[in-house]
């Protein structure tokens, strides 16, 4: 009767949790804390209990089903309590492991109207990222985007700000998008932290050259006119800054600073 019930309950969890557009365990990497995300945060870890329990009633009412000649070591299978426990240990960790997506937080898609160019600069060393995103917009305004993190790291400050180009920047930002410098990398379909202990890495985006992928660059490689662009536009009187608290529930792993 347990399991027939533990059945019955799962294909509305498979609807509501275990497609590839959503999971539960994304509304973790939700920034902030107001009550309306105090609620989500709260149903996303309540959803992860239950799924957690019906895995568990699912696997000790199947393993309470087993033939008692079963046997593992004097005692049979069916009378094991452990067996149960692991299941259920490695279906959580193979659900967090495959649902947690690169993406920083539950949205599909952020960007009302992309940028034109989007350059990223990721500085490791150790533990330790120092990330700079600068995007450029037509009309010649950018955003800068700054962190320091780590990983095994929840939860960490960004600080955002906004400008305006010179006449000067505006032309070079438009030459950059019309006839883009060749670049020695390889095209990503989503960040990936660097591997090595220390490591300097470029992430550049450019409307209309490759599409909606970043282009993995080694810092020897970096046209001048790319890190001039980069460097100088984060120089410029700023017209406002601000604070926000990212989180990654995969600590560092999952955290994708392109999107």
Request: aromatic share 16%; with cysteine; hydrophobic share 45%.
């Amino acid at each position: 009767m347990a399991l027939i019930g533990a059945l019955l309950v799962w294909p509305y969890f498979r609807l509501a949790e275990f497609n590839r557009y959503f999971s539960s365990w994304v509304l973790f990497n939700v920034p902030g804390v107001s009550p309306d995300q105090r609620t989500e945060l709260f149903f996303a870890a309540l959803t992860v209990v239950a799924i957690s329990a019906l895995v568990a009633a699912t696997a000790y009412s199947a393993l309470r089903l087993t033939p008692r000649i079963w046997l593992i070591g004097k005692l049979s299978l069916r009378d094991r309590v452990w067996p149960g426990f692991v299941i259920t240990f490695m279906f959580v960790v193979i659900w967090y492991l495959k649902t947690v997506t690169p993406y920083q937080i539950p949205i599909y898609d952020l960007h009302g109207v992309r940028p034109i160019v989007s350059i990223l600069h990721v500085e490791k060393h150790g533990l330790q990222f120092r990330e700079t995103n600068v995007a450029f917009y037509r009309d010649g305004e950018f955003y800068v985007a700054h962190d320091n993190h780590r990983l095994f790291q929840y939860s960490f400050q960004r600080s955002w700000a906004k400008g305006e180009l010179t006449e000067d920047y505006f032309r070079l930002l438009h030459e950059l998008a019309n006839s883009p410098p060749e670049f020695i990398g390889s095209d990503v379909s989503s960040y990936v932290p660097p591997h090595s202990w220390n490591a300097d890495r470029w992430f550049v985006f450019i409307e209309g050259r490759a599409g909606r992928k970043p282009v993995n660059v080694e810092a020897s490689t970096m046209p001048d006119e790319v890190v001039s662009l980069f460097y100088e536009a984060q120089k410029l009187p700023l017209e406002w800054t601000e604070q926000d608290t990212m989180r990654d529930v995969c600590l560092g792993f999952c955290y994708d600073p392109t999107y």
